[in-house]
């Protein structure tokens, strides 16, 4: 389960993290990922209406929110990531979801990556400082 620190609850933070991250779309979802520094990464979901009723809903929350907690290990910090479940998410079983996140999750960290350099080399200084 993701603890308190790990979730996002700010629609700013939620707007930023959409408007500004990498995005990689699949069948039963749609991740966002974007790079917050020195920052425990976070995770937002979004399940609207579209995806079923109040029990399908919070079913598919539930399990976003299980398989997120998983790939922390992998990030605990540096990540804010939104999650949005598509209509299709509402009939996926847990692995299809999981495989759905798992390969979303990749290819927004993947893109991440060069961004995350630039920052980086743009940090440090040259040997004329």
């Known amino acids: 389960m993701l603890s308190g620190q790990n979730r996002m609850r700010s629609s700013a933070d939620f707007s930023t993290t ?3 991250g990498a995005r990689s779309g699949r069948r039963n979802l749609v991740l966002y990922a974007a790079p917050a520094p020195q920052r425990p990464t976070v995770f937002g979901f979004i399940v609207s209406k579209a995806v079923g009723n109040a029990v399908t809903r919070n079913l598919v929350k539930r399990r976003l929110r299980e ?3 998983l790939s922390l290990a992998e990030h605990p910090e540096g990540l804010a990531v939104v999650v949005r479940a598509l209509p299709a998410a509402a009939t996926a079983d847990f692995a299809g979801l999981g495989s759905d996140y798992r390969k ?3 290819a927004a960290v993947a893109r991440l990556r060069p961004a995350r350099r630039l920052e ?3 940090t440090e200084k040259g040997p004329d400082e």
């Open 18 to 20: 959409v408007r500004s």
């Open 67 to 69: 398989i997120a907690a």
């Open 104 to 106: 979303a999750f990749s």
């Open 120 to 122: 980086e080399a743009g």
